[in-house]
């Protein structure tokens, strides 16, 4: 009875245990100006500790061992972090599998800016900016840097379904072309640059237009989530409070707060995570099994996909999840129907060839935990007891080899028992 109330408190500890998340500040002033944003990660169920970048005890893991699920950087500007920490230990966090969250500015420091490139993204030089001249907020003091974004690229599950323009003003990014794993989630608009606002244009910018990146982000191969913001001031309160107007025109509150407040949840893995359970597979109306199917037979698969949202575990609707049948290569490609409980099945004819096969679900999409999942199973040609007694497309062989031992039998008979007459001519 104890080892059972012991069980019992263990799984309810993991089930209500919270995420541990480091918030990384510059100085006091910075969290006096992003209260707003620390408490909504709070609200999301985070267990926060506050750490000042230069602080002497600051430190990630312990044993080897993360300490925390997420870290939030709110120190663009930092030129080296306490206690030694480096840029390799925050890329080693990340490929333990733990969250990043960076934020940038125009005054960015080097530990940011190697931090960024290590995820595949270049920030700009310091001091430089994002400008536009054709999409600045009213409130622009000349430089044309305050600029109002609405180039959202990235699916609703990062950015929150419609998401309104957001305040911006801070460094562009451009992604590596070569790192297919970074996500364009902001962008700027096609008439924006990157350079600094008080210089002539002597070179080349960063990026300009759709290529110059507000707000970026990269899942890792083992769904490890980092986002890099490339401005501090539009997770402010000041921003989160404003309203925007671009040219004069109707005046309308930003949506910075419900947009950060998205990407911070699909950062966290609090949206777009997925898990599978139940895989089974058996012959159409028989029993789940994991024996050797046959070649031929009608077979039938099925999984259970859910999605974490708002904390809870709901069932994944999607109609895009397919299954492979796969013998070195695909021999069946077929798409899962759902249902309203999170079930995708389908069924499908084995193909008429023999080997070890294996059912794969591999389902890899933007925004989302890449969710895999592999049974390996055999299959086994006929038994001589199994085919068929006649086979119809043989019918016209059966008749010739019939045909011809009737042949054979008319000429034997013909050969034995027929005999020529024969004539005898008398001689005289």
Not at 7 to 25: G, S
Not at 184 to 189: E, F, G, M, T
Not at 350 to 375: E, N
Request: net charge negative; glycine share 8%; charged share 20%.
């Amino acid at each position: 009875m104890l080892r059972l109330v012991t069980v019992i408190a263990t799984v309810m500890l993991l089930v209500n245990a919270k995420q541990r998340t480091l918030v990384v500040l510059e100085n006091a002033l910075t969290k006096d100006k992003h209260s707003v944003l620390l408490g909504d990660i709070g609200a999301k169920g985070q267990d926060i500790v506050y750490k000042y970048a230069t602080d002497s005890s600051l430190n990630i893991k312990k044993y080897g061992e993360s300490l925390y699920d997420n870290i939030v950087l709110l120190c663009p500007s930092v030129n080296a972090f306490g206690n030694g920490i480096s840029t390799a230990d925050f890329t080693e966090f990340v490929d333990n599998g733990g969250n990043l969250v960076i934020a940038a500015s125009k005054d960015v420091g080097d530990p940011i800016r190697e931090l960024a490139a290590e995820v595949g993204i270049e920030l700009d030089d310091e001091g430089t900016s994002v400008i536009d001249h054709m999409n600045y907020d009213s409130a622009d003091e000349g430089y044309h840097n305050l600029i109002v974004g609405k180039g959202f690229a990235a699916p609703s599950i990062i950015t929150g379904p419609n998401p309104k323009p957001v305040l911006f003003r801070g460094v562009g990014m451009a992604a590596d072309p070569d790192n297919s794993l970074v996500i364009d989630i902001l962008h700027a608009s096609s008439t924006a640059y990157s350079h600094a606002p008080d210089k002539d244009i002597l070179e080349y910018p960063l990026a300009i237009g759709n290529n110059v990146l507000l707000v970026s982000g990269m899942q890792a191969r083992n769904n490890a989530r980092v986002v890099v913001f490339g401005s501090i001031e539009m997770l402010s309160d000041e921003f989160y409070g404003r309203k925007i107007s671009i040219h004069g025109s109707e005046t309308v509150a930003s949506g910075n707060r419900d947009f950060v407040s998205n990407v911070l949840s699909w950062s966290f893995r609090l949206s777009g995570n997925l898990r599978y359970s139940g895989v089974k597979h058996n012959k159409v109306g028989e029993a789940p099994q994991d024996e050797a199917y046959r070649i031929t037979d009608d077979v039938e698969y099925s999984i259970t996909i859910e999605e974490a949202l708002n904390g809870k575990w709901v069932p994944f609707k999607a109609n895009d999840v397919q299954l492979e049948f796969v013998r070195i290569d695909p021999f069946v490609r077929a798409t899962l129907k759902p249902d309203t409980s999170g079930n995708f099945r389908v069924q499908f004819k084995v193909p008429d060839v023999y080997g070890v096969y294996q059912f794969k679900v591999d389902y890899d999409r933007v925004g989302y935990t890449h969710l895999y999942s592999s049974s390996q199973v055999s299959v086994r040609p006929f038994l001589h007891t199994e085919y068929e007694r006649f086979i119809a497309s043989a019918y016209p062989y059966y008749a010739s080899a019939f045909s011809m031992m009737g042949g054979l039998i008319v000429f034997s008979f013909v050969y034995l028992y027929h005999k020529d007459s024969t004539k005898t001519e008398k001689v005289e």
